[in-house]
């Protein structure tokens, strides 16, 4: 089974911006649809952006705008790049694989889709 390691969390000021990685430990990350998620402290998990197998993406409406997800399939990388952090998007963000599967479909962004979850990285925007 695949597995996910995030990276790229940290302080930021408001306004700023961060890009996250999510790495998989295996060269099929073609096969998966990948997620990003977010909890902040007493909140429930939430969905940010996902990309689907081939390419599409969804984006909470908290994040249009401001949030973009690619993939690198060559090199087993997921990113998302975020921009205009606000105080709001604090929180730790994990991203989740969804498969293996050679269907096709478009991603979600429902906790329940996906099976593989990474340990999360923490971000926080703070002046």
């Known amino acids: 089974q695949v597995q996910l390691v995030e990276s790229g969390g940290g302080l930021v000021q408001p306004g700023g911006s961060l890009r996250l990685s999510c790495a998989a430990s295996?060269?099929?990350?073609?096969?998966?649809?990948i997620g990003w998620f977010r909890q902040a402290p007493g909140k429930e998990r939430e969905g940010v952006s996902c990309i689907s197998r081939h390419g599409s993406t969804s984006h909470a409406d908290s994040v249009k705008g401001r949030f973009t997800v690619s993939r690198d399939n060559a090199n087993n990388v997921v990113y998302l790049q975020m921009n205009d952090l606000k105080s709001e998007d604090s929180a730790v963000y994990y991203c989740a694989a969804d498969g293996p599967s050679l269907i096709y479909r478009r991603c979600t962004n429902s906790t329940g889709d996906y099976e593989t979850w990474g340990q999360g990285t923490q971000v926080t925007v703070s002046s």
């Open positions: 295996e060269s099929n990350l073609d096969y998966y649809q």
